[in-house]
């Protein structure tokens, strides 16, 4: 086959390409949008597909627009600035869709939704940003795709106004005695209410006695932290702990959460991979008693700050691995869980986590993810004879890019 070939995308994928076919092999190509028709050439061959990359659009698929962002396609953190943001959601939905319906025959009736961002644009109130260079050469920026190469960056669209003045600032912060001159990763979080951004090295969590963070271009005296507010409740969060990054989805995740546990009989919860308890509050509104279990240090002292200041006295923070509090409960039973809701990293729980899970017999069990190919892979763990899939939600939580987050509800038989 010749390096260079035409193709038509029939649809996106996950993973950001768009999918074309051409002498009965699958050819990927990112930047691409449903119905292009693409002159593109051969970067990557194997038996059953290719990776190419376009040499020329020959004709524009619906919906294609011009990115708003300079960085745009050497800058890897957005794959889809190309495409309307109403067919960004539609592609999401069918992925999803494709995926639950693939892995989990069994629930291809159960309606499956995908909620859009109200502001896809200057939604991320928190990033990771590289910092490379020396002395006045020194940058800010993020990875390139496919890449450990850093593609210097001023101002990003994505992120909230104080956030973009970070990003902007770092250099002068970089010369500041608070931050190591080779620090190469740093986090950056904002809270527009009090117009406030901190930073926090990457490896370096903060805490009392860490004097490391930064806040507003200047070194902080002490822990910095953000009040953050959602759904009624307050949340002490610092720039390394993790929190959800769109200001303008996380009160719509944590309502459909609520939602979907209010039908749970009103006993115990298990809240796994809790952070700094943004469910833990919600669910105890409705369980008698919340065990929120969070392996990061920073983010259990955290939850338990949270949760003196709501005075939630129903629920107890565990500072534990989470498979191996699993591997600690009573085998007899005698201290199960009406609900077990568990938020892992995008690398997901694993089957482990979710054995020991359908184990425990929870009436109702809530996952919440932001990987699909993780999410069913886990929930392929639990015996479908023993529990049927009944709601699945997605939100997009990051518009511009082929991330997002799903919420499923499976319930005992």
């Not at 039973?333 to 568990?342: N, S």
């Amino acid at each position: 086959m010749s390096s260079s070939f035409e193709t038509e995308i029939e649809k996106l994928v996950y993973g950001g390409s768009g999918l074309g076919r051409c002498r009965g092999k699958v050819v990927f190509v990112p930047y691409s949008v449903p119905g292009d028709r693409l002159l593109v050439r051969s970067v990557q061959e194997k038996k059953s597909y290719i990776r190419a990359e376009i040499v020329e659009i020959l004709a524009a698929g619906p919906g294609r627009v011009d990115p708003v962002c300079p960085h745009f396609g050497r800058c890897g953190g957005c794959q889809w600035q190309h495409l309307q943001y109403a067919l960004q959601a539609e592609a999401k939905l069918r992925i999803l869709g494709d995926a639950c319906r693939h892995r989990f025959p069994q629930a291809r009736d159960v309606p499956i939704g995908m909620k859009a961002c109200p502001k896809p644009l200057g939604y991320r109130s928190r990033a990771r940003v590289q910092l490379r260079g020396e002395g006045s050469r020194r940058y800010a920026g993020f990875f390139r795709p496919g890449s450990h190469a850093v593609e210097a960056v001023g101002s990003c669209p994505l992120l909230r106004p104080p956030l973009n003045r970070a990003l902007a600032s770092l250099g002068d912060i970089h010369t500041g005695s608070n931050i190591d001159p080779g620090m190469r990763e740093i986090d950056i979080a904002c809270s527009c209410e009090d117009d406030k951004w901190i930073a926090a090295p990457v490896g370096s969590p903060q805490g009392p006695g860490n004097a490391r963070a930064v806040r507003g271009g200047k070194a902080a005296a002490a822990e910095d932290i953000l009040v953050r507010k959602v759904g009624g409740f307050q949340y002490s969060v610092t720039a390394s702990a993790f929190f959800q990054a769109n200001d303008f989805m996380i009160s719509d995740l944590v309502r459909l959460v609520r939602e979907l546990a209010h039908d749970s009989p009103r006993g115990a919860a298990a809240d796994l991979f809790a952070g700094v308890g943004l469910f833990s509050l919600p669910l105890a509104s409705h369980f008698e008693s919340v065990t929120a279990v969070e392996n990061s240090p920073e983010a259990s002292r955290l939850c338990s700050r949270n949760v003196q200041t709501a005075a939630a006295g129903s629920v107890r923070t565990v500072a534990a691995d989470v498979e191996r509090w699993l591997e600690s409960r009573r085998p007899d039973g005698m201290d199960g869980f009406d609900l077990v809701l568990l938020d892992p990293p995008r690398s997901g729980a694993g089957t482990g986590i979710m054995k020991k899970i359908a184990a425990m017999a929870p009436g109702t069990i809530l996952y919440v993810s932001c990987d699909p190919q993780t999410l069913c892979r886990d929930l392929s763990s639990i015996p479908p004879e023993e529990y049927r899939i009944d709601r699945i939600e997605g939100l997009d939580m990051f518009p511009q890019t082929y991330h997002f987050e799903t919420v499923v509800r499976m319930v005992r038989r």
